[in-house]
């Protein structure tokens, strides 16, 4: 890749934003400079009003590695593991506080914060022959940060196997388990993405925002607790226009006009 070669790729089409990483060579591990710049570039796509989806891909023969272990060992000082480590933190909520919903296009490999990625990216589908690993157990650094992603995407039992052995599974088992939503062929890999976010770009932008925060919010709220937010949030997307444009349209045998309002 020419030095002068952008880290992260942004192309728009049909209301959908891709972002691709954009360091092949290093197989898109995240290093400062990569978070940086998807940082910055979500905080440009939560604004623009012309994005209803995001699609998160990688460049190359991998989706993404995890961290940039070269970058993590030029500088041994604990301020530096600190700023690297929160930044991905970082990174990991503001995808999960997007007010729009982000696809995980997987292929090769996802290791590590790379499988972080796709955990905490709100859909997910993959190449059949894609790979997911927390294998920082191998050498020394345990999977702590992609943990978190992980232990709230699949089950328990499932997230601990990964955790504890470090080993590759494959995209069907990856599917089994709920880490992605489905492995397909790999020529079919663009299609499937494309089609997807084709079913959510119609809907409402306003209500789609509102979902997405409302899930991610009423997902550890105890039982009592979640039910009485959900409804407070239902009441207040009733006194949305959408909400009585959708309605009424529904009743009327025709199709909406969002106004994202």
């Known amino acids: 890749m020419a030095a002068n070669e952008p880290l992260l790729l942004r192309t ?27 940082l910055a570039t979500l905080g440009d796509v939560a604004t623009d009003d012309s994005v209803k989806v995001v699609v998160l891909a990688g ?29 991905c933190s970082e990174l990991m909520l503001a995808i999960t506080r997007l007010p729009k919903p982000v696809i995980a296009r997987v292929h090769g490999i996802a290791t590590a914060a790379g499988c972080q990625l796709v955990a905490t990216c709100d859909l997910a589908i993959a190449a059949n022959d894609a790979r997911f690993a927390t294998p920082g157990v191998n050498i020394g650094l345990f999977c702590s940060t992609p943990m978190v992603a992980l232990s709230r995407a699949v089950p328990r039992k499932q997230a601990m196997e990964m955790l504890l052995t470090g080993e590759m599974i494959p995209a069907d088992r990856a599917a089994e388990i709920g880490l992605i939503n489905r492995a397909v062929p790999a020529d079919e890999l663009d299609r499937a993405v494309t089609e997807l976010a084709g079913k959510i770009t119609g809907k409402s932008p306003l209500t789609l925002a509102i979902g997405k925060e409302a899930f991610y919010r009423q997902i550890d709220l105890e039982l009592g607790q979640a039910y009485a937010y959900a409804s407070e949030v239902m009441t207040t997307n009733m006194m949305a226009r959408d909400a009585a444009e959708g309605i009424d349209a529904f009743l009327a045998k025709r199709h909406p006009t969002w106004r994202g309002r």
Do not use: I, W
């Open 59 to 87: 460049a190359g023969p991998a989706f993404c590695a995890g961290h940039d272990l070269k970058e993590l060992r030029a500088d041994p000082r604990r301020e530096a593991y600190e700023a690297v480590f929160a930044r």
């Open 12 to 38: 728009d089409a049909a209301g959908v934003a891709t972002l691709t990483l954009n360091r092949p060579q290093a197989r898109n591990a995240l290093s400062m400079a990569v978070m940086e710049s998807l």
